[in-house]
């Protein structure tokens, strides 16, 4: 499911860049497999559950395998959102210029660079690794505040690309809450691997240095 997803947001990416239906209709159309695998994943874990009475790691992750499928599937969504809105608007050669000044192909690809990861860090149970998307999120944030910024002040100079612009800026919304499930992604996998409970400690702390 994890690669599913990541190929789901990849081919998202790369529609988007080069106005690519076919491909976007591909990512629209693959969205049933992601569903189907969210089902498939809750059922058996939650038989494992039934069947065995899991307890210590076990049951760990048991339930961080939960939580990272609902935040999969989420992404799933996203990325199927954005192949949408490929198909709906047929994003104009003209429009690169202006996905340039946003960064968007920077924010991509920070984005698939943490869910990556955070995938490899499951795999290999590293919680140093799964810990370092903590950081490169903040990337994800700046981008999307300045590109608000960017598409009010392009809407202005240009007002018949006001709906684009509100397109776009729900894409960049949808890039950066990916960037928030896969921040949970990779809490559940340290989670999982240590006992660590990172969800509310890290804003508490994210809060405190705000202040």
């Given at each position: 499911m994890w690669t599913l997803v990541y190929e789901q947001l990849d081919n998202a990416y790369k529609s988007l860049l080069e106005t690519d239906i076919e491909l976007?209709?591909?990512?629209?159309?693959?969205?049933?497999?992601?569903?189907?695998?969210?089902?498939?994943?809750?059922?058996?874990?939650?038989?494992?559950?039934?069947l065995y009475n899991p307890v210590?790691?076990?049951l760990r992750f048991s339930l961080a395998m939960l939580k990272i499928n609902n935040n999969l599937e989420r992404i799933g969504d996203y990325a199927?959102?954005?192949?949408?809105f490929v198909i709906r608007t047929e994003p104009q050669p003209a429009d690169r210029e202006l996905f340039e000044r946003?960064?968007?192909?920077?924010?991509?690809?920070?984005?698939?660079?943490?869910l990556k990861t955070t995938m490899e860090s499951l795999e290999?149970?590293?919680?140093?690794?799964?810990?370092?998307?903590?950081?490169?999120d903040e990337t994800l944030d700046n981008i999307n505040d300045k590109a608000i910024d960017t598409l009010v002040a392009y809407a202005t100079e240009h007002p018949e690309a006001i709906r684009l612009c509100m397109e776009l800026a729900g894409i960049f919304r949808k890039l950066e809450r990916t960037g928030d499930h896969i921040n949970n992604l990779?809490?559940?996998?340290?989670?999982?691997?240590?006992a660590e409970v990172l969800k509310h400690r890290r804003n508490a702390l994210k809060d405190l240095d705000a202040e």
């Open positions: 976007a209709a591909q990512v629209a159309a693959r969205e049933k497999r992601v569903n189907a695998f969210e089902l498939k994943i809750d059922s058996d874990i939650e038989d494992f559950i039934a210590a790691v076990d199927d959102s954005i192949a949408r946003l960064k968007l192909r920077e924010m991509y690809e920070t984005a698939l660079n943490m290999m149970q590293d919680i140093a690794k799964a810990k370092s998307v903590f950081e490169i990779a809490e559940e996998t340290v989670f999982y691997i240590d």
